[in-house]
């Protein structure tokens, strides 16, 4: 099973530029999620997708946005990047229903260096 | 907002000490509760997880964590640490139902010394 997939691994932008990070789950997941994660503050939540078509706000989603149009894909959307989105990015997938059976954790994929100079 | 602490940003242990490492929540509701593991350069790999049933969860390596719902804590232990255990640790708290996010603590930088 592949699981998360996330391209690119690297990626260096100038400021300004705008670029997406891509996500793809072969899990049938339901939830997905893209994180960023900074020396010493944890992963912080960036947007977040309860299903196809749903999207929502996580703690930090200025300057950045997010579309689910299928199950599989949950791209990430940077429009003018900045020095301070200089961070590595987590795209993560999970299984939640109502009646709780069947939930999962979270599956990360291996993340994207992102650097903005 | 719903919020996760993690008390200790950095533990230093010699190998075979015992190990406890403090997560608390703020959500009051259903909670599902997660510790993650992630090994310098690596993606974040599941330890172990609660959702429902006995709150003593045992996970992979010899890890537990015991959810008591009365302190909002899940504290990650284990008895006898090893070399091979030094990396990075994080609560990760999923509400029930009301938002659904999935919320990580800041993390805890172990490092075990041989």
């Known amino acids: 099973n592949a699981g998360v997939t996330q391209t690119p691994k690297f990626r260096i932008l100038k400021i300004g530029q705008s670029m997406t990070l891509q996500c793809t789950q072969d899990m049938n997941h339901n939830y997905m999620y893209w994180y960023r994660q900074d020396p010493g503050m944890g992963l912080k939540l960036i947007y977040y997708?309860?299903?196809?078509?749903?999207?929502d706000k996580g703690e930090v989603p200025n300057g950045y946005n997010v579309s689910r149009s299928t199950t599989e894909d949950f791209p990430l959307r940077l429009e003018l990047a900045a020095p301070s989105q200089t961070s590595v990015y987590f795209c993560a997938s999970s299984y939640s229903a109502g009646t709780g059976y069947g939930n999962t954790e979270a599956f990360f994929g291996q993340g994207t260096r992102l650097t903005v100079v | 907002a719903q919020s996760v602490s993690q008390h200790n940003h950095h533990v230093i242990l010699s190998e075979a000490a015992s190990l406890e490492l403090g997560c608390n929540y703020s959500?009051?509701?259903?909670?599902?509760l997660f510790w993650y593991v992630q090994y310098p350069g690596q993606h974040l790999q599941l330890l172990l997880k609660?959702?429902?049933?006995?709150?003593l969860v045992k996970g992979i390596k010899g890890f537990e964590a015991e959810f008591i719902k009365s302190k909002f804590s899940f504290n990650l232990r284990k008895p006898s640490v090893q070399w091979s255990d030094t990396a990075e640790y994080f609560c990760?708290?999923?509400?029930?139902?009301?938002?659904?996010?999935?919320?990580f603590g800041t993390g805890t930088l172990l490092a075990v010394q041989p």
């Open positions: 959500y009051g509701g259903t909670v599902n």
């Open positions: 990760a708290v999923k509400d029930g139902g009301a938002t659904n996010k999935l919320i």
């Open positions: 609660y959702f429902s049933g006995d709150p």
């Open positions: 997708s309860v299903g196809a078509g749903i999207t």
